[in-house]
Nanobody, 123 residues
Framework: QLQAYGGGLVQAGDSLSLSCAAS????????MGWFRQAPGKERRFVAG?????????VYAASVKGRFTISRDNAKNKVYLHMNTLKPEDTAIYYC?????????????????WGRGTLVTVSS
């Protein structure tokens, strides 16, 4: 099971960090990703991190340079640190687990999804 938390209401330019806690499976075996779904839009890939963590990360172009994904396999957690937030970052953010790093950007490749957490960025 996955549970994302840490969302909230912030102003444009602020920073916010999301966390995702995993339980019930060997966390270190999975690639992890963050997706988001804005109001009235489809869910989209935000960031992904390889099972081993470190610098093996990928980002959507819209967040690259502003968001950072990281993980702590000892704590079974993955994080999304968001800087310089914009109103267009407003969305429900989901964490998810995958076994396919090569397809990390593709929603269909994920085998487990957490309940989302809402991030609202006011202008």
């Amino acid at each position: 099971q996955l549970q994302a938390y840490g969302g909230g209401l912030v102003q444009a330019g602020d920073s916010l960090s999301l966390s995702c806690a995993a339980s019930g499976r060997p966390f270190g075996d999975y690639e992890m990703g963050w997706f988001r779904q804005a109001p009235g839009k489809e869910r989209r890939f935000v960031a992904g991190i390889m099972s081993s963590g470190g610098s093996s990360t990928v980002y959507a172009a819209s967040v690259k340079g502003r968001f950072t994904i990281s993980r702590d396999n000892a704590k079974n957690k993955v994080y999304l640190h968001m800087n310089t937030l914009k109103p267009e970052d407003t969305a429900i953010y989901y964490c998810a687990a995958s076994r396919n790093w090569r397809m990390i950007r593709f929603e269909a490749e994920y085998v487990s999804w957490g309940r989302g957490t809402l991030v609202t960025v006011s202008s």
